[in-house]
Nanobody
Framework: QVQLVESGGGLVQAGGSLRLSCAAS????????MAWFRQAPGKEREIVSA????????YYADSVKGRFTISRDNAKNTVFLQMTSLEPEDTAIYYC????????????????WGQGTQVTVSS
């Protein structure tokens, strides 16, 4: 009962910034924990960041810690991923995901998914 649509991806030079958005529709968005995953060509989908239903708890993969910031605005039914100091290794399709429990780091455990948005970082 949650539909997710990502936006904000694009092409950026190394060292640049992008802000991804995930717009959600559904009756109980504010009760869901949210996460961002990414998948590069030839690699498995991996966790990037997660945030609890009220925003009090967050998780970041070591590879993005200090560079990415996750946030949510429940009044607008939107989750954000602010990405700074981007590196070519960040190039991937970024997916928004939702589930009822915070703390899952495996993509297999998330119930709802968006279609993804492409992020390409040039060197």
């Amino acid at each position: 009962q949650v539909q997710l649509v990502e936006s904000g991806g694009g092409l950026v030079q190394a060292g640049g910034s992008l802000r991804l958005s995930c717009a959600a529709s559904g009756r109980t968005f504010s009760t869901y924990s949210m996460a961002w995953f990414r998948q590069a060509p030839g690699k498995e989908r991996e966790i990037v960041s997660a945030i609890s239903w009220n925003g009090d708890s967050t998780y970041y993969a070591d590879s993005v810690k200090g560079r990415f910031t996750i946030s949510r605005d429940n009044a607008k039914n939107t989750v954000f991923l602010q990405m700074t100091s981007l590196e070519p290794e960040d190039t991937a399709i970024y997916y928004c995901a939702a589930d009822s429990i915070f703390g899952f780091t495996s993509a297999l455990l998330y119930k709802y998914w968006g279609q993804g948005t492409q992020v390409t970082v040039s060197s």
